[in-house]
């Protein structure tokens, strides 16, 4: 039986139990194997010694939350005292502790929510340059994106850098009418998207204005050095080999790097190879650079998603062995014919 007793002297213990006791009730129905008692502004934790190291856990980041931000809904006080069935053993995990990333606007708490999301989370505190691969829906960039709002609020980095190449996804936008800025928004706008779920609009207006977060197409980056930054290369399939080169040697001493990227979504016109194919073959086994491979076990949209893109792998799967096995159709035929003597002329 071990015991713990935790401070709430730097939060309001209204804010933290919840009228009525409202979310004390909730922490004592997600850990029902421990006794919690609430003696003024403290917590009493009495349990086995792996169940109570949890709950100091949860409950730290609990308040570390209020002490930020001041409020907390019951829903995300539930959501961050993890599910009644999780593993004690998640205490003493790096990769689990570490699956809330940072806390956005009313309370909505931003984290890792698969294994690999967790293991890309993980690699961004020992890698400067990761490469995060999977197919749609299994949350690279918006992971990748949390990642780098956490790095700023943390005073890691001075800025974020987010980009991604301006391709056409298999249909032509033509004409946009607008400025610079309104011509290529459309193609940024899944990166603006996960920065409205992070950050208040009113702080993120003047992050944007001050270029302390700054938006721009993989084109904007050539001559640059990139320093002290969070940068985001997404769509990295989209990108050429020249041009991907070219981002990766813009990264300053003090940087760190996402590169994301979905192999089966190449919109680059047929005679342009992926810079991605050829950078995740070539850098590898280097000391810095992390390569995460997501898959359909990490979707976190629809639930149909994960079977769509089954879908597709067994199409993709059944169109290859036709194509091997007609190859090997012709290379018999053709051995046939040259065995064959030759008629005379």
Known sequence: MTEAIISLETVNPIEFFGVNNS?????????PLLKILSRGSQIKLAGQPDEVANAQLRISQVI?????????????FSEI????????????????????IVFGPNGKVIRAKTQNQKLLA??????????????????????????????LKN????????TRPAVEAG????????????????????????????????KLNYYMANRIIEIAPLAY?????????????DEAQNATELQLKMFLTRIGSSAKAI???????????????????????????IDGIAHIQLDEADVVRHRLVKSIIRAYDREKEREENEEQANREQFRKLKENRDASPKEAL
């Open 23 to 31: 979310k004390f009730d909730i922490l004592k129905r997600k850990f």
């Open 221 to 233: 980056m050539r001559g640059r050095t990139l320093d002290n930054a969070f940068i985001i290369l």
């Open 81 to 100: 005292l993890g599910d009644e069935d999780e593993s004690p053993a998640m205490a003493k995990d790096p990769a689990g502790s570490n699956d809330i």
């Open 122 to 151: 993980s690699a961004s505190e020992k890698n400067d340059i990761i490469f995060a691969i999977g197919p749609a829906g299994t949350g690279k960039t918006y992971t990748a994106v949390a990642l780098a709002v956490r790095a």
């Open 259 to 285: 590169i994301t990227g979905d192999l089966t979504q190449i919109d680059l016109p047929k005679n342009q190879k992926s810079g991605l194919i050829k950078a995740t073959r070539i850098l590898t086994n």
């Open 64 to 76: 570390k939350y209020l002490e930020r931000n001041g409020h907390l809904s019951e829903n995300y």
């Open 155 to 162: 005073k890691a980095v001075r800025k974020i850098i987010l």
């Open 171 to 202: 249909e032509s936008l033509g004409f946009l009418p607008g400025d610079l800025k309104e011509k290529i928004d459309p193609y940024l706008r899944p990166l603006y998207d996960a920065l409205d779920d992070m950050i208040p609009s009113d």
